[in-house]
C-alpha cells in the first residue's frame, strides 16, 4: 500500500522523537527555531509542514530529507505505525514502541545519530574520557587541551560581552533617567525666573 510522503514523514519523525526520549520536541522547536505549534501539527498530521521546515527537521536528526523519507516507509511498510490523515495525530498499536525500535534493523540500516548517541552517554563518563585522554602521552592530548582552551575562551569572550551589553544597558538607562530629571530642573528653573 501506497503511503504519502507527509505520512512517511510523519512516521519518521515520530520514531525519531520517540527515540531521543523526553523534551525532544521541544529540543527540536528551539533548535531549529520551529514555532512549538507548527512543529506539534506536523507531528500530529494536522499539516504537512513546508519543505524548508522538513529539511530542518531532517538536518536536525543528521539525515537527509530523503532518508527520513525512506526510515518512514520502512516503518510503515512493517505496519509498526498506523497514521491516518482523517484522524487527529497518530495513533500507535500496543506493541509500536517496540515495533519502532526494530523497525530500523530491517532493509534500510540507519545509524543513530550523535545526538542521540551524546544523550544516553553520561555526563561523568564523558568526563572520565575527557581526563584519559588529558592524561595521555600523545597529540590527542594537546589537541584537545587546545580545544578546550579555545570553547572557554570563547564561552568566557560571549560571557564577558553580555555582561559588558547589561552593563550598557544600565548606563544607558541612568542617562536618560539623568537627562529627564535635567531637563526637569531647567524647566523649573525657567518658571522661577
Known amino acids: 500500500m501506497a503511503q504519502s510522503v507527509t505520512n512517511q514523514f510523519q512516521a519518521a519523525l515520530t520514531h525519531l522523537l520517540t527515540q531521543e526520549g523526553r523534551g525532544a520536541q521541544?529540543?527540536?522547536?528551539?533548535?531549529?527555531?520551529?514555532?512549538?505549534?507548527?512543529?506539534?501539527?506536523?507531528?500530529?498530521?494536522?499539516k504537512p509542514g513546508s519543505e524548508e521546515v522538513r529539511a530542518k527537521i531532517a538536518g536536525h536528526f543528521n539525515m537527509t530529507y530523503e532518508d527520513m523519507l525512506a526510515l518512514g516507509r520502512s516503518i510503515l511498510g512493517r505496519g509498526d505505525l498506523e497514521i491516518s490523515e482523517g484522524k487527529k495525530?497518530?495513533?500507535?498499536?500496543?506493541?509500536?514502541?517496540?515495533?519502532?525500535?526494530?523497525?530500523d534493523k530491517g532493509v534500510i540500516v540507519f545509524k543513530s545519530?550523535?545526538?542521540f548517541q551524546e544523550a544516553q552517554s553520561g555526563f561523568s563518563e564523558k568526563i572520565m574520557k575527557v581526563v584519559e585522554i588529558l592524561e595521555s602521552d600523545t597529540i590527542y592530548r594537546?589537541?584537545?587541551?587546545?580545544?578546550?582552551?579555545?570553547f572557554h575562551e570563547s564561552v568566557s569572550t560571549k560571557n564577558d560581552n553580555l555582561k559588558l551589553r547589561n552593563q550598557m544597558k544600565e548606563m544607558e538607562s541612568r542617562i536618560a533617567s539623568?537627562?529627564?530629571?535635567?531637563?526637569?530642573?531647567k524647566d523649573d528653573a525657567q518658571k522661577f525666573a
Do not use: T
Open 26 to 46: 521541544s529540543r527540536l522547536a528551539g533548535q531549529q527555531n520551529i514555532d512549538r505549534g507548527y512543529l506539534n501539527a506536523i507531528i500530529k498530521g494536522r
Open 89 to 103: 495525530g497518530n495513533e500507535q498499536k500496543p506493541a509500536a514502541k517496540d515495533n519502532i525500535a526494530r523497525a
Open 113 to 115: 545519530p550523535k545526538k
Open 142 to 150: 594537546d589537541v584537545l587541551a587546545e580545544l578546550i582552551d579555545a
Open 178 to 185: 539623568l537627562e529627564k530629571r535635567l531637563v526637569a530642573e
